[in-house]
Every structure is written in C-alpha cells, then in structure tokens.
C-alpha cells in the first residue's frame, strides 16, 4: 500500500512566522508531489507542485523535495491569518495518474 | 478563470436508492477524475477517465460505482444502490494531461446516505 503520511497537527504559529510543513512517502518510485489547502467543507485548492529535487519558491511558498529521503516540505513565510486551514501533501507515481493524499495538518495562525 | 463545477451542492438520499453525481470539467482538459473524502478522512481516488474510457480506479470503484461522459461537458458518478458508508463529499477534478499535469477540484457535493 503506498502511504503519504503527514503530522496532523494541530500546528499554531504566530502571524508573521514561518510555518513549516512536512510531508513523506513510501512509493520510491513517485514523480510528482503537489501540495494543496483544504479550508473546513471546501475543496482542495493547489498551492505548489515540485517534481525535481531541491526548492520550488512560489510568493510566500517555498516547497521542498528530497527524493533520497522520500520527503516534500511546504514553508509559508509571513504566516498570515488566511492561511489558517488544512494543508494536503499528494503524490503522483510513475504512470499512475491518480493522488494518493496525506490525512493533512491543519495549520492555525495566530494573530 | 476556468473551474470544474459540479451539481448538487448536497445531496441527501434513502439507502439503497441510486445517486447521479454531475460535473463539469474545465473545458479543455482530457482526463477526468472522482475522488471522495469521508468526513474527517483523508481524500481517496475513486476513478480517472480519459477518451471516454477508465483508465485507472481504486478498490473502492466497485460495481456499485459507474462513470459516464453523456456529452461533450458533463462527467457523471453513479452510484447505484447507496450505501450508508457511500455518505461523504465527492469531488470531481480534471486534467489537462494525465502524467504529471496539475488536477483542479470541483466544490464537491456532499452526499448524505439515511
């Protein structure tokens, strides 16, 4: 069974912080990695992909991927309020199309 | 800017009865999927679908489950005798591309089985 397995928090930062994310797998063998928010009763909605090793920086996001340790880290610089919700790692493998998603971490900002 | 859209916003329904799920995919998108998420759970792949065919589906899609493309812009989830366990929020996502390509969810809707 291939896992995406992620702390489920809750995680609080202070406003204006940086809120890190961690996320890992098991499918050696997985090519992509996206990371989505979830607000409470809402869809998932894309933040960030990455599918090479190293940093993918995206505005106030920055996501990390290390294959070696089968590992993807979200980093959210200046925490605001809004960003208060539930953050989903998912993971693609080679030729599969579907995500296979973490329970996710919820992630409360305090102002 | 495109979005998936899907029909009913809720849906709440006798067990054993038959539900149709509609979606909308983003208009220039190929591949097709339904996913589901059982209150307080994570979110699990049901089906995907590309030129009018599944091309990948979990242990869930059963034969309770079926998929269907009536037109040129609707993608439909069937399921054909609920199941109390079948209530969850079901989303539907598409595609441009299947391998790498980003999936963009629809709003859900949120299927409640008495």
């Known amino acids: 069974q291939k896992e995406v397995e992620q702390n489920s928090g809750p995680l609080s930062v202070p406003e204006g912080a940086i809120a890190s994310l961690n996320c890992t797998y098991s499918?050696?063998?997985?090519?992509?990695f996206f990371w989505y928010r979830q607000y409470s009763g809402k869809s998932p909605e894309l933040i960030m992909f990455?599918?090479?090793?190293g940093d993918k920086e995206d505005g106030r996001f920055t996501a990390q991927l290390n294959k070696a340790s089968q590992y993807v880290s979200l980093l959210i610089r200046d925490s605001q309020p809004s960003d208060s919700a539930t953050y989903l790692c998912?993971?693609?493998?080679?030729?599969?199309?579907?995500?296979?998603f973490g329970t996710g971490t919820r992630l409360t900002i305090i102002p | 800017e495109p979005e998936v859209t899907q029909t009913p916003s809720h849906q709440v329904t006798q067990m054993g009865q038959e539900v149709i799920l509609r979606c909308v995919p983003i208009?220039?998108?190929?591949?097709f999927y339904w996913y589901r998420q059982i209150l307080g759970q994570k979110v699990e792949f049901l089906v995907s679908?590309?030129?009018?065919?599944?091309?990948?589906k979990s242990e869930i899609f059963d034969d309770q489950f079926s998929v269907e493309r009536p037109d040129g812009s609707n993608f439909t989830l069937k399921i054909r005798s609920t199941k109390l366990e079948d209530s969850a929020m079901y989303f539907c996502?598409?595609?441009?591309?299947?391998?790498?390509?980003?999936?963009?969810f629809g709003p859900g809707t949120r299927l409640l089985v008495l």
């Open positions: 996502a598409s595609s441009a591309s299947g391998m790498r390509e980003t999936q963009y």
């Open positions: 499918d050696r063998g997985s090519q992509s």
């Open positions: 990455i599918y090479s090793n």
């Open positions: 998912a993971v693609k493998g080679f030729g599969n199309e579907k995500l296979t």
């Open positions: 208009s220039n998108h190929l591949y």
């Open positions: 679908f590309y030129n009018n065919e599944i091309s990948e």
